[in-house]
């Protein structure tokens, strides 16, 4: 190309979402257009061209508010089309938007002031800068398409409003000077060819996508009542030490949580049998927190809003007795009034009393209960399967029909197929799996390697799986200062790890379309075993991490 035609280019680059299916082509346009239109990426004002003059005009209509770092180059921003206010997604050349829902947000400035249906948003702006719920029309149902396809926008079926954005070099003068920047520019009348440039393609995963929930982040019982020892309400208080000694090097407090000044509090561990006195004996500490969690309601239907708005399904609970704290998070599921589209569902465990099998084959009655095959789904181990018959039998008592059975393992996936026969299992699964240390990388090559090994084996057999992905293995509660063990550590899978474990996992679900009834995290909140949990994290400065949640989200349908 010759030097006198490298005028002055702000941006030639519309990006244009449309449905492509596999192996399709970028499209590209050339297009002249006598209606030139300049923006000015440095985003407080645009250029206008004309072919002999330009000017420089305010942006009066929108503010931008954050990076979305996930889309290289995209900003949100809230802008104002016809009196009301959207939350969007575009580009500092202002080429596309997109409409965004508020957890979409990464400016921790920038937040909603009650829950709301993601579809709706308002049409104000909240005094500390965030959009209020909307009592009026849904979106993008009622769009309001005249102000985009005045200014030159056209929308597809995706929801995104994007224009050809054509810039004719002005004659004078010579050098433009936007900012600080200075671009040189040589005169020229011909009218540039735009090219329309189709983004990257994602395939979404369109089957169900699970999470783990193992929660143990609830306010320390142990101080506040002093109850009689319980392993496993002692482990909520010994959270807050492990938390606070990690709390600078890894995200350990869920957005719910609370950093303060530094609070003694006593730590039982150690626990063993005293045979002498028929109980329990135990050491005890008194250490120094700088952490806790009070957890509400509001909380538990907050955390259920990301989960569903990112694209997950169901959430598989660790089942506990109700009176242990570690029941409170499913328990709070049960009460909330904002589940929406979650799905819930148990991993059981052994010597369930007839109460407990009877409330929770109630459970698995609702309409919010996880199924497959309208099947209500039930994970068991080799340790609980043994009562499988006793939740049929209420099952078909209550009118229930059969059990979608999931026999799962702690480290890897079952492989005896006389058990799978034995019980009538449906599908086989993992908790997590067990490789000892390695790295992430390793993580990734050994999911791989289970599944194959597994679909080797089964692929011909009427058991299905329902493959584990795995965000890392830190195991920092077995690294804390009053156990100081050496455990499995398999550092955290980085954003981009996290994606070529999608994409794998696209791989493996297209191959076997027939064997892969859905798929399951490890794990939404073990925050002190994954060390990369996928809720949302609170630093300490208070903003909020969702980087884990939104780059999984991005791949979900």
């Known amino acids: 190309m010759n030097l006198s035609r490298l005028f002055f280019l702000i ?25 030139p239109v300049g923006i000015n990426p440095y985003g407080a004002a645009y250029l206008k061209f004309s072919r002999t003059s330009f000017s420089v005009l305010a942006n009066e209509d929108e503010e931008e508010i954050g990076t979305y770092t996930l889309v290289p180059g995209s900003v949100l921003v809230i802008k104002k089309t016809n009196n009301t206010f959207w939350l969007l997604q575009t580009d500092k050349q202002r080429s596309y938007y997109v409409i965004r829902g508020r957890n979409f947000v990464y400016d921790p400035n920038v937040q909603i002031d009650k829950l709301f249906n993601s579809a709706r948003l308002a049409n104000e702006v909240t005094k500390s800068g965030g959009l209020k719920a909307s009592k009026t029309g849904d979106l993008p149902a009622k769009w309001e398409i005249a102000w985009w396809e005045e200014n030159g926008y056209t929308k597809n079926a995706e929801g995104v409003y994007s224009k050809i954005i054509i810039v004719i070099d002005p004659v004078d003068p010579d050098t433009i000077v936007v900012d600080t920047t200075v671009i040189e520019v040589v005169p020229d009348t011909t009218v540039l060819d735009t090219v329309i440039v189709e983004p990257p393609f994602i395939e979404k995963i369109k089957i169900p996508v699970g999470m783990i929930m193992w929660d143990v982040y609830y306010r320390d019982y142990w101080n506040d009542e002093n109850p009689k020892y ?85 959430l598989c609970f660790n089942y506990y007795n109700d009176n242990s704290p570690l029941s409170e998070a499913r328990l709070m599921f049960v009460a ?119 679909m080797n084996q089964f692929k011909d057999s009427f058991v299905n799986l329902i493959p584990v992905l795995s965000t890392g293995f830190e195991n920092l509660y077995q690294r804390s200062s009053i156990i ?65 949640l939104d780059t999984i989200g991005k791949h979900l349908e």
């Open 11 to 35: 941006f030639v680059y519309t990006c244009v979402f449309t449905s492509k299916t596999m192996g399709s082509e970028a499209i590209f346009s050339p297009t002249k257009s006598a209606s």
């Open 230 to 314: 319980d392993p496993l309400i002692n482990y909520v208080s010994e959270t807050r030490l492990v938390a606070s000694e990690w709390r600078d090097q890894f995200n350990v407090v869920p957005f719910y949580g609370q950093y303060h000044d530094p609070e003694k509090i006593k730590i039982r561990y150690n626990v063993r049998w005293d045979q002498a006195s028929g109980q329990n004996i135990y050491d005890e500490v008194e250490k120094e927190v700088t952490v806790k969690y009070d957890k509400s309601q509001d909380d538990a239907d907050r955390e259920i809003q990301y989960y569903d708005e990112a694209g997950i399904d169901f």
């Open 336 to 454: 909330s009034e904002h589940k929406r589209n979650m799905k819930m569902t148990f991993m059981v465990a052994p010597n369930r009393s007839e109460t407990e099998i009877n409330y929770i084959t109630d459970l698995m009655l609702k309409d919010y209960w996880f199924k497959i095959d309208n099947k209500p789904v039930l994970y068991f181990t080799i340790d609980d399967i043994g009562d499988l018959e006793k939740y049929r039998s209420y099952m078909r008592a209550k009118g229930g029909g059969d059990i979608y059975v999931v026999y799962f393992s702690i480290g890897g996936y079952p492989g005896d197929f006389a058990d799978y026969q034995k019980y009538n299992a449906n599908a086989a699964s993992s908790y997590t799996l067990s490789m000892g240390s390695g790295d992430a990388d390793m993580m990734i090559k050994a999911e791989v390697k289970a599944r194959n090994i597994f």
């Open 484 to 548: 100081q063990k050496d455990g499995q550590v398999i550092p955290k899978a980085t954003l981009p790890q996290l994606e070529e474990k999608l994409e794998l996992m696209k791989t493996f679900i297209n191959e076997h379309p027939n064997k892969v009834p859905a798929i399951l995290w490890y794990a939404a909140n073990e925050v002190l075993e994954s060390g990369n949990p996928i809720v949302p994290t609170k630093s300490p400065d208070g903003k909020i991490d969702t980087s884990v």
